[in-house]
């Protein structure tokens, strides 16, 4: 897949240029000077040679079959170029050229223009406005790019081609090597699913890295990516933050999902690890590509002086590692060898006066140890300290185990020559514990998915036909926010265990169905038009006599008529009332680029204020299922605090499973919340009392 991109036998250049600085030529002269063994065919209609190269007047001119084109013309121009790589027979594009949907409306019509012309022939298009691409293995650098990286086991893509040129010149510096480097661009034709899919099965690739600011299919991602990351560790950086586009918000899931949400959910059900920043996205990418994976959590720190240690042992501390807890055959040995001062336990303190003897005495010792998965070599450079030295020994013992061993030399001038011996021989160093720690914890978050085991989504036997029915209805009635009624019909249908309720239409109905149910109830406005019931005071519990059922019926319908004199009033909902319990929420908000959005939380003040929720795209299985209710910070209340008995937790698991097939089978919901849902204690189940649907 996309073999032509990444190791083309035959090249055109169409825009090759003469003049030194233009894009045209710097990348031609890329592909002359990086050793690319491939045919070089430059076009250009008012030169003979360029770089010594015969140059042809347009691609058609040229003898040989064409593999790739990279096109350099100015956009109005590309559309002809396309057409005659086409006629030639190519069928792998690349558009360097910029003025397309980024540079306005004629911009975006002359893109919709070139994606018309490739999907017709089955061609395969990289671009427009992008720098290009780079694979080590093939020496092929068909980029605009100032420099050729290193070879390495690193694949990164990016969105921003800036971004490309800076991260390149970087690299040099910090012995980071890659096998492909990739500018995405517009992204009219290939997009990030379809680099992951390429670079899934690539033998020189370990690690892949990538700059996002969103993806064209969602589900595609998450299934193309989930595949990836059960074979090599994937590492994204994704900007625009912020909630795509100002959203008039009917329900909770609405108002607090975001594509923010949308995204975070995407990536943990995808395996993906996310980086905050670019020196965040390098940290982990040196790790994964220097280290073997640890085999637990259990990490020793050892370091010649107190400070950095505590401060490391703090970052274990706040992470998912653990301070390993030495043998006592390792104490016994670290104590007959160490200074009487020294510490020999974890953090190993082997003092300020240590020389690179002490540190190999210790380091080997502390790798041997059996309950020892990481180590981590903090040094501060002192006087008597032997850092060149030191690093030597780090790195030997580092190639001899397959233990990560990761290092954190805290200085400047002083340490330098040593941060090139451990760079050349693959030990990340990290300027600050921090970083280091939370490095080996990124690594031990993907050694945890890896070993996690596939999770099938669940379904359940539903009346899939009378939601269908219900929906059907309403759009007959022009109406796409469901009354109470109507919501109540659909989670129903799904297997959601609701109260009694009758509607009552009159006061001698409301106290005949309160009769019927059994004192006490609750009583509510019924409209389709009213969605915030409580809000207008449209909710009565605690219900006890006839006489209170019919005063409530008078109140609530009166006072709905005077505050909203324009909706439709059907009656009041006269319903069992239930006590006990915890309330939670289960809602959905469709995503644009990532379908329904899941939520889960605790109800009342907790969603209110706090905004205690937990995010995943359906379809889910049990385990995401479940692992929703334990990401909330307020999961300890459901469990059982304080001598209260934890709450029925499968059930819950079970209604989020339920909602998950709701929404997957009937995309035309666009937003709903199930608000409250009681859970009750173990083995009590959940009843929903309230529920909130929009359709589309």
Same mark, same amino acid.
């Given at each position: 897949m996309l073999e032509h991109f990444f190791s083309p036998k035959t090249i055109a250049v169409v825009g090759a240029s003469r003049e030194e600085g233009k894009v045209g030529h710097d990348l031609l002269k890329n592909l002359v000077v990086h050793g690319y063994k491939g045919k070089i065919y430059p076009v250009n209609p008012k030169s003979d040679t360029i770089l010594g190269i015969k140059t042809y007047p347009s691609v058609k001119d040229i003898p040989d079959a064409i593999d790739l084109a990279v096109v350099i013309v100015p956009a109005p121009h590309a559309g002809k170029v396309v057409d005659e790589c086409i006629a030639k027979g190519t069928d792998s594009i690349v558009v360097i050229s910029a003025g397309f949907k980024e540079s306005g409306i004629d911009g975006a019509a002359r893109e919709r223009e070139l994606h018309h012309k490739i999907k017709q022939h089955s061609v395969r298009m990289l671009g427009p406005n992008c720098l290009g691409l780079i694979d080590t293995q093939s020496a092929?650098?068909?980029?605009?790019?100032?420099?050729?990286?290193?070879?390495?086991?690193?694949?990164?893509?990016?969105?921003?081609?800036?971004?490309?040129?800076?991260?390149?010149?970087?690299?040099?510096?910090?012995?980071?090597?890659? %096998?492909?480097?990739?500018?995405?661009?517009?992204?009219?034709?290939?997009?990030?699913?379809?680099l992951i899919k390429a670079i899934e099965d690539d033998d020189y690739t370990k690690v892949v890295l990538v700059y996002l600011e969103g993806v064209k299919n969602g589900r595609e991602f998450i299934n193309a990516a989930h595949r990836m990351t059960r074979k090599?560790?994937?590492?994204?950086?994704?900007?625009?933050?912020?909630?795509?586009?100002?959203?008039?918000?009917? %329900?909770?899931? =609405?108002?607090?999902? =975001?594509?923010?949400?949308?995204f975070d959910a995407a990536f943990k059900q995808a395996g993906i690890l996310r980086a905050v920043t670019i020196e965040e996205l390098f940290d982990y990418a040196r790790i994964f590509s220097f280290q073997q994976l640890p085999k637990g959590p259990n990490i020793?720190?050892?370091?010649?002086?107190?400070?950095?240690?505590?401060?490391?042992?703090?970052?274990?501390?706040?992470?998912?590692?653990?301070?390993?807890?030495?043998?006592?055959?390792?104490?016994?040995?670290?104590?007959?060898?160490?200074?009487?001062?020294?510490?020999?336990?974890?953090?190993v303190d082997v003092l300020g006066d240590a020389k690179a003897d002490r540190y190999k005495f210790v380091i080997e010792k502390v790798v041997q140890d059996p309950n020892v998965d990481i180590v981590l070599i903090l040094l501060t450079p002192q006087a008597m300290t032997e850092i060149e030295k030191t690093a030597e020994i780090i790195t030997d013992i580092s190639n001899r185990t397959d233990k990560p061993v990761i290092t954190s030399f805290m200085g400047g001038k002083r340490i330098e020559s040593s941060l090139k011996i451990m760079c050349q021989?693959?030990?990340?160093?990290?300027?600050?514990?921090?970083?280091?720690?939370?490095?080996?914890?990124?690594?031990?978050?993907?050694?945890?998915?890896?070993?996690?085991?596939?999770?099938?989504?669940?379904?359940?036997?539903?009346?899939?036909?009378?939601?269908?029915?219900?929906?059907?209805?309403?759009?007959? %009635?022009?109406?796409?926010?469901? =009354?109470?009624?109507?919501?109540?019909?659909?989670?129903?249908?799904? =297997?959601?265990?609701?109260?009694?309720?009758?509607?009552?239409?009159?006061?001698?109905?409301?106290?005949?169905a309160a009769k019927e149910i059994g004192y006490p109830v609750v009583m509510k406005i019924s409209s389709p038009d009213i969605l915030h019931k409580s809000d207008l005071g449209g909710v009565r519990v605690g219900i006890k006599t006839d006489a209170e059922a019919r005063t409530c019926f008078c109140d609530i319908t009166q006072k709905a008529r005077r505050l909203m004199p324009d909706a439709e009033i059907k009656g009041v909902l006269v319903q069992q009332m239930i006590t006990g319990g915890k309330e939670v929420i289960l809602g959905m908000s469709r995503d644009p680029q990532f379908g329904p959005l899941l939520m889960f939380g605790l109800g009342g003040i907790y969603i209110e204020i706090l905004k205690d929720v937990s995010f995943r795209i359906a379809p889910i299985g049990s385990a995401e299922a479940e692992e929703m209710i334990?990401?909330?910070?307020?999961?300890?209340?459901?469990?059982?605090?304080?001598?209260?008995?934890?709450?029925?937790?499968?059930?819950?698991?079970?209604?989020?499973?339920?909602?998950?097939?709701?929404?997957?089978?009937?995309?035309?919901?666009?937003?709903?919340?199930?608000?409250?849902?009681?859970?009750?204690?173990?083995?009590?189940?959940?009843?929903?009392?309230?529920?909130r649907i929009a359709i589309a």
């Open positions: 092929l650098n068909a980029s605009f790019a100032a420099d050729m990286p290193a070879h390495g086991n690193i694949a990164f893509f990016s969105q921003s081609g800036a971004l490309c040129t800076s991260i390149l010149d970087w690299a040099v510096n910090e012995c980071i090597g890659f %096998s492909k480097f990739i500018s995405m661009g517009n992204k009219t034709d290939i997009d990030e699913v379809d090599k560790p994937m590492i994204i950086v994704k900007s625009g933050g912020t909630t795509a586009g100002a959203k008039a918000a009917s %329900s909770h899931t =609405g108002t607090l999902a =975001g594509s923010e949400k949308a020793a720190l050892i370091t010649n002086a107190g400070g950095p240690g505590i401060i490391a042992a703090d970052a274990v501390e706040r992470s998912k590692l653990r301070m390993a807890s030495f043998s006592k055959e390792t104490i016994e040995t670290l104590r007959s060898f160490l200074p009487a001062m020294a510490n020999v336990y974890n953090p021989r693959k030990v990340p160093n990290y300027a600050f514990p921090e970083r280091a720690i939370s490095a080996v914890e990124a690594m031990y978050k993907y050694t945890l998915w890896q070993k996690r085991p596939l999770c099938a989504v669940q379904t359940f036997d539903v009346q899939k036909e009378a939601v269908s029915g219900v929906f059907g209805k309403m759009r007959q %009635s022009k109406r796409l926010q469901l =009354g109470e009624e109507e919501a109540r019909q659909v989670i129903s249908a799904y =297997g959601f265990r609701i109260p009694k309720s009758i509607l009552a239409v009159s006061e001698s109905e409301a106290v005949e334990r990401e909330i910070r307020s999961f300890p209340l459901l469990k059982g605090a304080r001598g209260e008995k934890p709450v029925d937790i499968n059930t819950v698991v079970n209604d989020i499973l339920r909602l998950s097939q709701l929404v997957t089978d009937f995309p035309e919901i666009i937003e709903m919340d199930i608000n409250p849902l009681i859970v009750f204690p173990e083995g009590g189940g959940t009843m929903a009392l309230d529920a």
